[in-house]
Every structure is written in structure tokens, then in C-alpha cells.
């Protein structure tokens, strides 16, 4: 996706129409949109891992986390 989004930059800048624009602005917000997602699977995970840790009660772990 990012790849996608560079060449279309590329293309762009290359040539400046009105189609490259809105392709480059379309690969734009829809990289955004998955690195916003990886993002915000990525947190859940480390918080889940924190909650599993401090259910345990392996405190440890649980403040290495933090």
C-alpha cells in the first residue's frame, strides 16, 4: 500500500494532471487509513498483554510493560 502511494507520488510529481492527483490523493488516505489501523491493532495487543499480565498477577512483566 505505502509502495502504491509512493509511485502514484512519483507519477505525480512527474506529470501534474488532474487524474494523477486524485489517484495520488485516493493511495493517500487509504494508506493512512491501513497505518492507522496496524496502529491501532498494534496498542490493543500490548494493552491486552498488559491486562493478561496483571490478571496473573506477574507483576514484573506486568511494570515492564508500562
Given amino acids: 500500500m505505502i509502495k502504491a502511494k509512493w509511485e502514484a507520488r512519483l507519477r505525480c510529481i512527474q506529470r501534474n494532471t488532474r487524474a494523477n492527483q486524485e489517484e495520488y490523493n485516493r493511495k493517500r488516505i487509504a494508506a493512512a487509513r491501513v497505518c492507522r489501523r496496524k ?28
Avoid at 491501532?40 to 515492564?64: G, P
Fill in 39 to 66: 496502529k491501532r491493532e498494534a496498542l490493543k495487543r500490548k494493552v491486552d498483554a498488559i491486562v493478561e499480565h496483571h490478571t496473573k498477577n506477574e507483576s514484573k512483566k506486568f511494570y515492564k510493560r508500562i
